[in-house]
Nanobody, 124 residues
Framework: QVQLVQSGGGSVQAGGSLRLSCAVS????????MGWFRQTPGMEREYVAY????????FYADSVKGRFTISRDNAKNTLYLQMNSLKPEDTAVYYC?????????????????WGQGTQVTVSS
């Protein structure tokens, strides 16, 4: 059974930065394509970023492009989301997800495994 354990997040003022982490077990993170999603109350979980298992390109939602960076450390079996220039509208619970085998990478229904979620709050 794959487990994704998230850490990081918290509260920051607009313009600040935060980094989210997602530890993957038991297999190594480099064997999974992985994504980040976020959700606010009353809204559906939305796609944020994606990194395929084969190293190379990364992909982002337009709302975070140029501000967020998805990456992974294979030695630590960990996925990251570096968030810079944060805005109040980035406030949400953020989730990491792995193994989008059943559909497109930007669709939450495609993913088999999810982290527990972590709150990010950006104040103006």
């Amino acid at each position: 059974q794959v487990q994704l354990v998230q850490s990081g997040g918290g509260s920051v003022q607009a313009g600040g930065s935060l980094r989210l982490s997602c530890a993957v077990s038991p297999r190594t993170v480099r064997t999974y394509s992985m994504g980040w999603f976020r959700q606010t109350p009353g809204m559906e979980r939305e796609y944020v970023a994606y990194i395929p298992w084969a190293a190379g390109a990364t992909f982002y939602a337009d709302s975070v492009k140029g501000r967020f960076t998805i990456s992974r450390d294979n030695a630590k079996n960990t996925l990251y989301l570096q968030m810079n220039s944060l805005k109040p509208e980035d406030t949400a619970v953020y989730y990491c997800a792995a193994d989008p085998v059943s559909g497109p990478y930007y669709s939450r229904e495609s993913y088999n495994y999810w982290g527990q979620g972590t709150q990010v709050t950006v104040s103006s």
